[in-house]
């Protein structure tokens, strides 16, 4: 990529960032001081503190310094924090003017996989860890829940309603499609989000003899069912 293009495009960034950030501040969205997180919107360190009481991700690392306890603190935080920006992002994406949305090119999405189709693989199981609503974010609740797959088990297409998600791989390999973008692979320690309403075409063990685990994080509207799968056709 030529350097010129590369700087328009990091100077187009900036000003999405810019934008965002003001809109935060004079909906009285973000605090005062953002120093030192990513950036400090309401809400964000009450997640932060949830997702810390998690037993997998209090295996995840174990600390063995005082600064590396600081550090894994603060890695959590900036999860926590980048889970509600995203939200945010996309809520401010979708109030500004068509001219101000960058375009782009997707392939078409492949059928989904229907409830009778995915019955002949073994299918996850969704336990859920924790629920808590966000104090300061009003109707807003945190859950956390461990998604287990079975070795070659696929998911129902589905959706997760109004709910921000947050998926992170904590065992084996899973192949994963939402529509309007291309199918991808995610190992162990990579993850990925849903924005609201995505619809989930595709989520599967890519392994025949080995099982795969995610944790997966909503913050959806208190009371909300956390999974809508595509009725049968």
């Excluded at 809109?23 to 997640?47: M, N």
């Excluded at 600390?63 to 992002?89: E, H, N, Y």
């Excluded at 989000?193 to 619809?199: F, I, K, N, S, T």
Aim: proline letters at 8%.
């Amino acid at each position: 990529m030529p350097e010129s293009r590369a700087r328009d495009i990091e100077r187009g960034k900036q000003a999405v960032r810019g934008r965002l950030w003001c809109r935060r501040v004079d909906g009285d969205g973000a605090t005062d001081d953002p120093y030192g997180k990513i950036p400090g919107f309401y809400g964000a360190d009450a997640a932060a503190a949830c997702l810390a009481e998690l037993e997998p991700w209090k295996r995840a690392a174990i600390p063995v310094t005082d600064d590396q306890k600081r550090s894994a603190t603060m890695i959590g935080m900036r999860i926590a924090s980048g889970l509600l920006v995203a939200g945010m992002t996309a809520t401010a994406t979708a109030c500004s003017p068509a001219a101000d949305r960058a375009t782009a090119t997707v392939p078409a999405a492949p059928a989904a996989p229907t409830a009778t189709a995915a019955s002949q693989r073994p299918s996850e199981t969704l336990s859920p860890v924790l629920e808590r609503p966000l104090p300061n974010v009003k109707g807003k609740t945190f859950t956390s829940a461990i998604v287990d797959f079975p070795p070659n088990a696929r998911a129902v297409a589905h959706r997760h309603g109004a709910a921000f998600v947050y998926a992170y791989v904590l065992e084996g390999t899973v192949r994963s499609q939402l529509a309007g973008e291309p199918v991808r692979t995610y190992h162990q320690g990579q993850n990925w989000v849903e924005q609201p309403g995505a619809h989930h075409l595709l989520t599967e063990n890519t392994s025949r003899t080995k099982v795969a685990k995610l944790l997966v994080i909503f913050i959806s509207n208190t009371g909300d069912k956390l999974k809508i799968e595509d009725p049968p056709t």
